[in-house]
């Protein structure tokens, strides 16, 4: 199993930054893409950012040029570095990766998901 855990959120005023962290920990075999979705009230889940194992990264258009995803291969950890943020930006933020694990025998690749953490822009 992996776990997945957030950090980084919180209140800020339109136009200010915040830096989320994911911590991936287990017996991780090889981590794979590691993603950002984020759920507003009302709306459905979006997927923000993702990036490779390789570095390579995407984003969805109303984010481009405002936030940057990255991550640590040796920490297992991404972040998500949030830029000039608007009140639509507001939601729980949510990290989620690809890994191969094992339980001690074979290995398998699963899916999983972090808590979430509030990000709220005030206007």
């Known amino acids: 199993q992996v776990q997945l855990v957030e950090s980084g959120g919180g209140l800020v005023q339109a136009g200010g930054s915040l830096r989320l962290s994911c911590a991936a920990s287990?017996?991780?075999?090889?981590?794979?893409?590691m993603r950002w979705y984020r759920h507003a009230s009302g709306k459905q889940r979006e997927l923000v950012a993702s990036?490779?194992?390789?570095?390579?990264?995407n984003y969805a258009d109303s984010v481009k040029g405002r936030f940057t995803i990255s991550r640590d291969n040796v920490k297992n950890t991404s972040y998500l570095q949030m830029n000039s943020l608007k009140p639509e930006d507001t939601a729980v933020y949510y990290c989620?990766?690809?890994?191969?694990?094992?339980?001690?025998?074979?290995?398998?690749?699963?899916?999983?998901w972090g808590q979430g953490t509030q990000v709220t822009v005030s206007s």
């Open positions: 990036i490779s194992s390789g570095g390579s990264t």
């Open positions: 989620n990766c690809d890994a191969r694990v094992t339980r001690g025998g074979p290995e398998y690749d699963s899916r999983y």
């Open positions: 287990g017996i991780i075999r090889r981590l794979n893409d």
